[in-house]
């Protein structure tokens, strides 16, 4: 029996990072689970507001909650990171704060209905890690994917504050665990908790580009051949701002970046079209080729 | 150098900080762990836990006018690892907003590259309108 979970997708999971979805929803195919597009579904506004006196920004986040109960349903799975954490953490936020809630549904006078706190919000890791199980996940795999060696970065918002964090805060090791479920070697990236520079990649594109770098020169040093990541803004400038990254330390060398469900979808044995790898900026398929799996 | 002299209307704009960020710069204790954390700090002209400092001593407009908190990433490092609880990432937005507020634009919508449009992820310019716009 396919189990159909409401899915929220967020802007970019719908654009650029297409990949990423259509990935998400094979891997959760071979596991009898479908992703239900969440029936209208608005951006959640990226990141989270941090400030004090003004609801105005959790709003859109605490709406799209308000339509997974308003569908009768009580769990909201993401993909992105940042949807996931902007939608737990304004989710977290009116639970412990009734007289704001209160404020907020206010706001959406023109709703049919109320919130109140009684969505969960969680993402693919989690349900991989804690419904479906890395044990199965290892029997799913077709082409296990011994011979690479993989880097996990996790980045801020899975794991930031701790109150929404997935896993331990400073020593995240879900993603390794299901590399290693895949058949991949690991290496532990020491700044795989460390941001990527985010939104910056718009207006100081050199300092992301600074921090991509770093972050795939430690990759490299500890023996990674690729990174995975799960947040479409880290993709972008981990992969796309290499280019920048080049043009400013001459001893850069690229490295691919997937989502992790690329690298899953490939181990369960999709061919190579539905994979996705088009769009990257550095192109994940020779290192494949030469290894074996494409 | 002259005596510290905290006037009324020094006092109110830490207080507006304070209200804003919902957290009290006068908690923090200078341990610099904010700093020895912060991904940005060599690209800021006042370090986190010098801005905490300033903000103390009632020196807002000089960490208002720094490009501390455009360089910041909201990353949360900083807050999460504080011994004494301050969300500093909050503070850094507020001492953002103080300037949104006024409708300031860090970011120019219309000042962004074509080429730029073209490539950026919808994830990317929502995040930076949302921080660096009013
Ligand atoms: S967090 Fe991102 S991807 Fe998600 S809806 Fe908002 S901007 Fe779009
Ligand atoms: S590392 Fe950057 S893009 Fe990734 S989660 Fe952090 S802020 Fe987001
Ligand atoms: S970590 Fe906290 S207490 Fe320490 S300097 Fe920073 S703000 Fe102050
Ligand atoms: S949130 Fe800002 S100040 Fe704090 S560690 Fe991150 S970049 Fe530094």
Known sequence: ?294 | MGVLKLTREKVQNVDLINRISGQNVYDCYQCGRCTSGCPSADEMDIVPSQTMKFLQIGEVDRVVESNTPWVCLACLICSVRCPKGIDIAAIMEALRLVKLRNNYDFVHPNRIPQEDLEELPPIALVSAFRKMTP
């Open chain 1, 1 to 294: 029996m396919t189990v159909k979970i409401p899915y929220y997708p967020g802007c970019t999971l719908k654009a650029t990072a297409k990949n990423f979805e259509d990935t998400a929803r094979l891997v959760a195919g071979v596991f009898d689970y479908e992703l239900d597009d969440l029936y209208r579904w608005n951006c959640c506004g990226a990141v989270y507001g941090l400030s004090e006196d003004n609801v105005m920004h959790k709003v859109a986040p605490v709406r799209n909650l308000l339509r997974v109960k308003e569908v009768g349903e009580k769990r909201v799975l993401t993909l992105c990171s940042m949807c996931f954490n902007t939608l737990k953490r304004a989710n977290y936020y009116v639970r412990k704060n009734k007289d704001k809630l209160e404020v907020i549904n206010a706001i959406m006078y023109l709703e049919n209905t109320t919130y109140d706190g009684s969505v969960e919000v969680i993402h693919l890791l989690e349900l991989l890690r804690d419904e479906i199980g890395f044990d199965k996940v290892k029997k799913a795999v077709k082409k296990p994917l011994s011979g690479i060696t993989v880097a996990s970065y996790y980045g801020c918002l899975l794991l930031r504050p701790n109150e929404i964090a997935i896993d331990n805060m400073e020593q995240p090791t879900v993603m390794e665990d299901l590399m290693e479920a895949l058949g991949a070697s690991v290496i532990d990236l020491n700044v795989k908790t460390e941001c990527c520079g985010a939104y910056q990649t718009v207006p100081r594109k050199d300092l992301v580009a600074d921090r991509t770098n770093l972050i795939v020169e430690e990759a490299r040093k500890a023996g990674a051949d690729l990174i995975i990541t799960s947040c479409p803004l880290c993709h972008f400038n981990l992969d796309r701002r290499q280019k920048e990254a080049k043009e400013r330390h001459p001893d850069f060398h690229p490295m691919p970046i997937l989502y992790f469900t690329q690298l899953m979808a490939l181990a369960f044995g999709f061919e190579e079209e539905k994979l996705g790898f088009k769009p990257h900026y550095v192109d994940p398929r020779p290192l494949l080729k030469e290894r074996g799996l494409l």
